[in-house]
């Protein structure tokens, strides 16, 4: 497989250094993505840089993932209008084993094959290192009117912002580009790669590389992803789709693929996706043939829902959507953890009622009039139950006299309450 052609038909290369794809058709190269460790989770946004790296192992290439223990502490101002907070050294241990073990859901860590992936961290070689030595050995290679002439430091210092630009910021294309210079000297790697912000930090190590070590090394960074519509990729309502069920629940993670639109479910189905081209060319002309059945967005939130999740999460959160936009079962819901449930009814009306109401057991009529005001009167309640307009828990109601107890309950706290085809209710018991 050859990874630069790979990567070009899936749009994932805005731009690289000449000699790149000569030297990965050459030999078995070992190359480098920066994670910023900010967070004990990655979100969707390093997904692009993360599938790069899936490609590269794919094409028999050694992927090294570098978490930025040290680069975290000061904070990149590719791309940001102001200094990010620093993290204290637990904080970003705790991150990095997180981020580990999502990563090892796409890259092969254990094998002994010689392309396995590598996981480094910058703060074990930046820790012990002292400023003295560090502006002796490596600031000295690199003059002020170079760094000055980046465009993250220029659009800083330029910008509206009075605040300018910190030393600390200044000094971080330095510390990114001494990263690639040693793992250029301990680990025989000959190209980093990145998103478009990232150029010129990384031209700052191919060029410390040169000057330091004579030697040759090479750059390679990707479009930066963004919506058809011109919003920022990857960012809901609620902030960030986090590949952590903690902060993203599965089922939300595969809604938010599903929901893309028609032209971003065919970029990105390239981009977040191993599938090859003749499939997706496939799904390509389906989706032109019957949009209305979305093959693409279906296909595109299977794939990332159990690479980044499981199959059994997928299926879940298929099964889930079927209980708000299709026809389900009682079984299906009940199957259901908490998490999932609210994600599902997120922003449907809830009403609050006691537990021991309902442990003493309440019509259903005076559960939905005097203790939650779903219905105006149990004339209008008892009309619709007759026309079979009614469920509970996704089984119709035949009669509003039925008693409802603690053992109706989903999860041992909520009611489901239908009514029609299109209304919820939700019903805490608390």
Request: glycine content about 8%.
């Amino acid at each position: 497989m050859n990874f630069v052609e790979e990567l070009r038909w899936r749009g994932m290369i805005h731009d690289m250094m000449p000699g790149t794809e000569e030297q990965l058709q050459k030999e078995l190269t070992s190359g480098y993505v920066g994670i910023d460790p900010t967070a004990d989770s990655l979100h969707i946004g390093h997904l692009v840089s993360v599938m790069i790296l899936k490609h590269f192992q794919r094409a028999g290439h050694r992927p090294i993932a570098l978490i930025g223990g040290a680069t975290g502490m000061i904070g990149d101002p590719s791309m940001k209008s102001q200094e990010r907070k620093l993290l204290d050294e637990p904080t970003l241990r705790h991150n990095q084993e997180a981020i580990k073990k999502q990563l090892a859901k796409f890259l092969d860590f254990e094998s002994n094959k010689p392309n396995a992936a590598v996981l480094v961290n910058n703060y074990d070689w930046m820790k012990d290192y002292t400023f003295l030595n560090f502006i002796r050995d490596i600031g000295k290679h690199l003059t002020v009117n170079y760094m000055m002439a980046k465009d993250s430091v220029k659009k800083r210092l330029s910008g509206e912002s009075s605040e300018g630009m910190s030393f600390t910021e200044f000094s971080y294309q330095l510390l990114q580009g001494y990263d690639y210079l040693y793992l250029y000297q301990h680990y025989g790697c000959r190209i980093q790669m990145g998103g478009s912000d990232q150029w010129g930090n990384i031209t700052t190590g191919t060029e410390l590389i040169r000057r330091k070590e004579g030697g040759e090394a090479f750059a390679l960074v990707c479009p930066l992803i963004t919506k058809a519509d011109g919003g920022k990729f990857g960012k809901t309502e609620s902030g960030n789709v986090w590949l952590d069920r903690r902060y993203t629940t599965p089922y939300k993670f595969y809604q938010f693929w599903l929901n893309v639109s028609d032209a971003d479910a065919e970029k990105y189905i390239k981009i977040f996706t191993a599938l090859d081209r003749e499939e997706i060319s496939a799904l390509v002309k389906e989706q032109q043939a019957a949009p209305h059945l979305r093959p693409l967005q279906k296909r595109l939130a299977k794939e990332v829902t159990i690479m980044v999740h499981s199959e059994e999460d997928y299926n879940l959160a298929v099964e889930a959507s079927n209980i708000l936009f299709g026809s389900s079962t009682s079984e299906v819901l009940r199957k259901l953890d908490e998490e999932t449930l609210l994600s599902i009814f997120d922003g449907v009306p809830q009403y609050e009622v006691s537990s021991n109401t309902l442990g003493a057991g309440v019509k259903v009529v005076d559960l939905c009039t005097e203790l939650a005001p779903i219905f105006a009167s149990k004339g209008e309640m008892r009309k619709l139950v007759q026309n079979g307009g009614v469920s509970l828990n996704k089984e119709k109601l035949e009669d509003v006299e039925t008693i409802i107890s603690a053992d109706n309950l989903l999860d041992g706290k909520y009611l489901l309450l239908q009514r029609g085809k299109k209304n919820y209710f939700l019903l805490i018991a608390k």
